[in-house]
């Protein structure tokens, strides 16, 4: 079964600061990629998503994340963050072959934006 | 359009009741999944149901859970039984699952906050 591995579990930052949220999956086979979004008191949000093509893909409100496959990565960056941008942000994939269809979430990466 | 809804919100229960979670999905998704989502596990898989195929249950965490989905709409997980290690928010997803594994965004509700006395 696949896995999901996000590094940081809490990063704050200052606005205006650039980010990089770090996302590995375990699985050798064709797989989809998502990041969803989870601001405080709201529910899941999808953030982007990569299926095939470019592997560099954008997402709303300025995100965009590289789908690396010799590393099993895809990170997320935003150039310059917000204070609107603190929220909990989850990495997740399903696998073709894999099994269940069901996503693999990563454990989350809390996001504090300091103004 | 309107998004994935589940009812209710919140659902305060005393260990050992039977509770009923309740998903409309998105209309024309013939996908539909079940998550739980808990401070210890994070975001965890439990069923999912295809059109009217018969469901993958792999994700579930004991013989106490189950879900149904009839007319290939609405969909109810039940859990007997509760224990409090069933505390958590139950998330429910739908997807159009549109050229098949590929293409397959998951549209999320905004869960049932269950707690377990």
């Not at chain 1, 930052?13 to 590995?24: D, Q």
């Not at chain 1, 010799?70 to 942000?89: G, H, I, M």
């Amino acid at each position: 079964a696949q896995s999901v591995s996000q590094h940081n579990h809490h990063v704050i930052l200052s606005e205006a600061a650039s980010l990089e949220l770090g996302c590995n999956y375990s699985y050798g086979g064709t797989v989809n990629l998502f990041w969803y979004v989870q601001y405080p008191g709201q529910h899941l949000q999808l953030l982007l998503k990569y299926f095939s093509g470019d592997p560099l893909v954008k997402g709303i409100k300025g995100f965009e994340a590289e789908f690396i496959k010799s590393k099993f990565s895809f990170n997320l960056r935003k150039p310059s963050v917000q204070w609107s941008d603190t929220a909990e942000y989850f990495c997740a994939v399903n696998a073709e072959g894999g099994g269940a269809d069901g996503l693999t979430f990563g454990k989350g990466t809390h996001l504090i934006i300091q103004p | 359009g309107a998004g994935v809804s589940q009812s209710p919100s919140n659902k305060v229960t005393e260990k050992g009741k039977d509770v009923e979670l309740r998903c409309d999905p998105i209309s024309g998704h013939t996908a539909l999944y079940w998550y739980r989502q808990s401070l210890g596990q994070g975001l965890e898989f439990l069923i999912y149901f295809q059109g009217n195929s018969a469901p993958d249950k792999s994700g579930l965490p004991s013989d106490r859970f189950s879900a149904e989905r009839t007319g290939g709409s609405v969909s109810t997980l039940t859990i007997q039984r509760t224990q409090q290690e069933d505390s958590a928010v139950y998330l429910c997803a739908s997807s159009p699952r549109q050229g098949g594994f590929l293409y397959n965004e998951q549209f999320f509700g905004p869960g049932t906050r269950l707690t377990v006395l």
